[in-house]
């Protein structure tokens, strides 16, 4: 594959050799992203889990501080008598079985995440495979089922995430965007660093957190110091 010269550059800044602490590992995102729009900060944890067992699998959400930099439409299923509360605490579409019932039609989600009460999870059996191929489908464990409406909206609205390891072992989260104050990104960081460490799964033997990596869109990846 041909590497940009843009690229070649940007990687010509990172020492490949090198473990950088995440204070000097975010300066260095800045300075390589070159994009003209304003690039996601991502961050990458290889894990030594094993995703074929069901006891290591890797699900969880975290409040970041600040945010992730990205306004989230967020669609809530609820019954007909709360379809108020729904929108006045941020929903961007509410709807009961009729939101159902089109979703089903046209097999269309025009939205970022799915919350539900845990009332209505039986009616959205009906679209839980449309949901659940999107990565969609509301879930406890993130936080996206739950009867207090305002709580659980208001708090994906100010940048709670969910996150879960991929086939490889590995996971992935935006922490916000390249724009965003050294202090701010360093601390959504920590933050999320903090939430993977407290879900290790007890069966697992060995190395649980292998290395972790941070780069923009589109930019170089920098191997991040972890304690």
């Known amino acids: 594959m041909k590497i940009s010269k843009r690229l070649k550059e940007a990687k010509a800044k990172i020492d490949r050799e090198k473990i950088y602490p995440i204070e000097e590992a975010i300066k260095l995102v800045k300075e390589t992203s070159q994009v003209k729009f304003d690039a996601s900060v991502e961050v990458h944890a290889r894990l030594g889990i094993d995703p074929k067992k069901g006891d290591q699998i890797i699900r969880d959400s975290v409040n970041l501080p600040h945010g992730t930099g990205k306004t989230v439409k967020i669609a809530a299923f609820v019954p007909n008598d709360r379809l ?15 939101l159902i019932a089109e ?20 009616q959205l059996a009906v679209i839980a495979r449309t ?44 922490i916000g965007k390249v724009s965003f104050d050294d202090a701010n990104l360093v601390e959504n960081f920590n933050t999320f660093f903090e939430s993977l460490k407290k879900i290790k799964p007890q069966s697992l033997k060995g190395t649980y957190i292998k290395a972790m990596f941070i780069a923009s869109s589109m930019g170089p990846s920098i191997k991040v110091a972890i304690k």
Request: hydrophobic share 35%.
């Open 84 to 98: 108020k509360e729904a929108k006045d605490a941020g929903a961007d579409i509410v709807g009961d079985e009729d």
């Open 103 to 122: 979703i089903k039609k046209t097999n269309k989600c025009d939205f970022d995440i799915a919350v539900t009460t845990p009332g209505m999870m039986k």
């Open 131 to 174: 949901l659940g191929q999107k990565g969609l489908m509301p879930n406890p464990k993130i936080g996206t089922i739950g009867e207090d409406l305002k709580k659980m909206i208001g708090e994906l609205k100010k940048g709670k995430v969910s996150y879960k390891n991929d086939s490889a072992a590995n996971v992935h989260l935006v």
